[in-house]
């Protein structure tokens, strides 16, 4: 059974920096698509960051680029995504999800079919 568990979201001013980590078990890594993924309150769940542990496909919205950065340790089935200079906008629930065989340049929830639980991301001007 696939299993992601996001863990590192909290409370934070305006300009600070979070290190959030998604977990994955039950299925082989390097197959499968990872994304990161946020919704705010009133608002779409949003692709941040995918990519493809396959062939290294992957996908940056807009948003956080220069923000964000996402790196990850294959053996321990871990992705990372460092949050620096956050904004109050930045304020959602952040999910990771995975897919096998998924392409890393779609970012989008429907392409996505295994998610986390999430965890909770607060930034406070």
């Known amino acids: 059974e696939v299993q992601l568990v996001e863990s590192g979201g909290g409370l934070v001013q305006a300009g600070g920096s979070l290190r959030l980590s998604c977990a994955a078990s039950?299925?082989?890594?390097?197959?499968?698509?990872i994304g990161w993924f946020r919704q705010a309150p009133g608002k779409e769940r949003e692709g941040i960051f995918c990519?493809?542990?396959?062939?290294?496909?992957?996908y940056y919205a807009d948003s956080i680029q220069g923000r964000f950065t996402v790196s990850s340790d294959n053996a321990k089935k871990t992705v990372y995504l460092q949050m620096n200079s956050l904004k109050p906008e930045d304020t959602a629930d952040y999910y990771c999800?995975?897919?096998?065989?998924?392409?890393?340049?779609?970012?989008?929830?429907?392409?996505?079919?295994?998610w986390g639980q999430g965890t909770q991301v607060t930034v406070s001007s």
């Open positions: 999800a995975a897919r096998q065989y998924g392409l890393g340049y779609i970012c989008t929830e429907s392409e996505y079919d295994s």
């Open positions: 039950g299925f082989t890594f390097d197959d499968y698509a």
């Open positions: 990519i493809s542990m396959r062939d290294g496909s992957k």
